[in-house]
């Protein structure tokens, strides 16, 4: 089976991929809930310390989704899958991730408690299991590749690309404040955050099972 070239839905702005790409990995990456289990890995390290891993994890999270963004459709053509199939299994790991989100917790999707404990017994947490997979996880990776399969000029390919760097630098800032503490990070807020990022998630969750199903003949909406 050929791997579809494209996206069969309605065309969509410069402006307005860009705002996509940029919000869709920012709330799938999710920073600011990785934030407590990253200070609670890090108990006996200098907030000097903590800067250094956050910049590792955070450049290793960026070369991870623009890695995958870029050979996804190799990777759809290898094993015969189609991309409109792909779409609504990623529409679905999405959907389960937000669902998590809109009752603010961190969902299994993004990281195992197996994982978070592993990572309280190592020295350094920076790759594993910070970048990958709590940063650069399933979620993250699939949202690079749909959105990748959306770029199809060579002017969204470079948003999304921007898109990319953008959220890890972003993700990176965030660490960076919160090496000293966190004392910022209200839970109140934090809790509120995660709900209103995970109904956005779900509404892009949707919006790509719904181009999956417009993918295909003789769906009509």
Not at 126 to 131: D, E, G, N, Q, Y
Not at 166 to 185: D, H, N, Q, T
Not at 201 to 215: G, H, S, T, W
């Amino acid at each position: 089976m050929a791997v579809a070239e494209r996206v069969v839905s309605g065309p969509i702005s410069m402006v307005a991929y860009l705002l996509l790409a940029f919000s869709s990995l920012f709330v799938i990456v999710d920073p600011i809930a990785t934030v407590p289990a990253f200070l609670a890995m890090t108990p006996t390290d200098t907030p000097a310390e903590r800067v250094k891993m956050a910049r590792l994890a955070c450049a290793v999270t960026g070369g991870i989704l623009i890695l995958f963004a870029w050979v996804g459709k190799l990777i759809f053509k290898l094993l015969g899958i189609t991309l409109p199939a792909f779409q609504l299994a990623g529409s679905i790991v999405l959907l389960l991730v937000a669902l998590d989100m809109l009752k603010a917790r961190r969902s299994p999707v993004q990281e195992t408690v197996e994982e978070k404990d592993a990572g309280l017994e190592k020295e350094d947490i920076a790759i594993t299991p910070l970048a990958v997979p709590m940063l650069a996880g399933p979620g993250a990776i699939t949202t690079a590749i749909l959105l990748q399969a959306q770029a199809n000029t060579f002017p969204k390919q470079a948003a999304l690309l921007f898109s990319i760097l953008l959220v890890s630098w972003a993700s990176y800032l965030i660490f960076r404040l919160s090496a000293e503490g966190a004392k910022w990070l209200s839970p109140i807020v934090l809790r509120l955050a995660t709900r209103i990022m995970g109904l956005l998630l779900a509404a892009v969750a949707i919006q790509f099972a719904f181009d999956a199903l417009k993918a295909q003949k003789g769906v009509i909406f």
